[in-house]
């Protein structure tokens, strides 16, 4: 494949990676991100290119890496949201005045009750 080439479906690549970021589509930002660094990697055996000299592509590889960054830091944040939850789920922590580290379990009832 020709260099020319190459920097098309390098574009075309990048354009439908910010796509999945922007839609939440982690499979296919994986295929992507993959596809992008083979196409990459074939360019890279060029001494003579450089992204940075692209005006089309530079700008969309850091855009897309920003999202990206953004889009991880947005997911751990979730992910340690949900912990803290299932966390408070299980049980509760208490201190006794000593200090002491107490959990008190939390059962799940088979069936409702009410009581007077």
């Known amino acids: 494949m ?4 190459m920097l098309c479906e390098l574009n075309d690549c990048l354009d439908e ?5 922007k839609e939440g589509s982690i499979k296919d930002f994986q295929y992507l991100s993959n596809r992008k ?4 990697e074939s360019l890279a055996d060029d001494e003579l290119f450089q992204i940075p000299s692209d005006p089309d592509i530079f700008p969309k590889l850091i855009r897309n890496h920003t999202l990206a960054v953004s889009a991880l830091r947005g997911m751990k944040g979730a992910i340690d949201r949900f912990d803290a939850v299932k966390k408070v789920a299980l049980g509760l922590q208490t201190y006794s005045a000593s200090g002491s580290h107490n959990s008190v379990g939390i059962r799940s009832a088979s069936k409702m009750s009410k009581t007077a």
Do not use: F
Not at 17 to 21: G, T
């Open 2 to 5: 020709i260099k020319s080439e």
């Open 17 to 21: 990676e910010y796509v999945s970021l």
């Open 37 to 40: 660094y083979n196409i990459l």
